[in-house]
């Protein structure tokens, strides 16, 4: 049978135009958006939630995460067994709904069964964006081998594995049509340097152009879009210019290439708590001063970069890009966030234009007639303070997501 709810005596928050709209309940038949307005015939058994007030708002979206990385003990991820990576994962995505994020895009190791666990009803999660693996060079940021180790694509099969190591335009391409046939909804290069990867500094530039510029063509033969991993200005500016579409990062952007990424159609995920959380957990988790070196050159351009793309009117969607642990700092992205923009476009970053880079416009980010019942509850006004969306979903009485609820003070 299916079940209707009617969200009635709220204030219904539009994220496109940064208001709040008094008079117009909202009724879910199933797992969609039924109606919005005054005056709803209600089928038959709905049952009505008064919101006395609080703020009915889209769920929210976070554009990066690593869901298999349960542990930072990335090796440990790799070596699980696929059972237990999956299991691991399933936990990582429930914690996440239960913070209000109802949809996930993940950044590389998640695959279609972790997908299909959600639609099928066996995992209590958001819902799932994928690129598969995340493609790397021998000796890239996601090759975590040591410099002594010479064993080809290590665990590149398993679960808990967020990267598949490929050379040459050739291979690329193979690789790009597996991991489409395969599910992968994006595909995902590492084209610069990272911090977490043991054999290649920030600076350090990753696949040629004509490897990349192969998997932007068959990711576009697909109808799908490359997002790359990225850092310097240098390598974004490069892979603007080879049709990347979504810019991981981008901590060390100037202003020229921010506009030629906006003018490009770009949309940029910056995520700095995730360099905020390792400084301040780096020491008992053991990072060595080549880690924290690495780590102080893309914090240190965090804050600047936001105001850099936001004055090119580069789009910015809402990313954590937190491993294991670091978990726990996940709302911590939007107090960071509100050091620069407005609460307003804190908001758009994580409902309409994460619907946008996950190509579900219609479908999730907002509150609209026909789209995905998914929806969260807030005490108070998140427009007016943001840090509502904090506290690992304190301020929300009751999460919504596909339908079903995951929590509800409210019923």
Known sequence: ??????????????????????????????????????????????Q??????????????????HVVAETLDLWGNMIAPASLGALRAAWVMTEALSRGFTTLRDLGGADIGLVRGVEDGLIDGPRLVICGKGLTTTGGHADLRQRTDDRPGLFSDR???????????????????????????????????????????IHSIQYSRDEIAAMV????????????????????????????????????????????????????????????????????????AAEFEKIDVVRNGGLKSLEVMAEAGLPMAFGSDLLGQLRKYHCMEFELLAKVLSPAEIIRSATTIGAKLCRLEGEAGEIVKGASADMIVIDGDPLADISLLGGDGAHMPLIMARGRLHKSALV
């Not at 079940?3 to 909202?26: I, M, N, Q």
């Open 48 to 65: 009505t939630i008064a919101l006395d007030g609080r703020t009915l708002m889209p769920g929210l979206i976070d554009c990066h995460v």
């Open 159 to 201: 679960v808990g594995s967020m990267g598949l190591i490929v050379d040459g335009v050739d291979n690329v391409r193979a690789a790009c049509r597996t991991l489409i046939k395969e599910g992968a909804h994006f595909i995902k290069v590492m084209a610069n340097g990272g911090v977490s990867s043991p054999n290649d500094p």
């Open 217 to 288: 063509e068959e990711a576009e033969n697909a109808g799908l879009y490359v997002s790359a991993h990225l850092y310097t200005d240098k390598a974004i500016r490069r892979c603007v210019e080879l049709g990347v579409h979504s810019l991981e990062h981008c901590n060390l952007i100037e202003p020229e290439t921010a506009s030629m990424a906006a003018e490009a159609g770009c949309i940029a995920v910056p995520t700095l708590v995730a360099y905020e959380a390792l400084a301040i957990e780096g020491k008992q988790l053991g990072l060595g």
């Open 1 to 46: 049978m299916t079940t209707s709810y009617l969200f009635t005596g709220g204030k219904l928050l539009d994220p496109r135009e940064g208001t709040l709209k008094d008079g117009l309940d909202v009724l879910v038949t199933g797992d969609r958006i039924a109606e919005i307005g005054p005056g709803i015939t209600l089928p038959e058994g709905t």
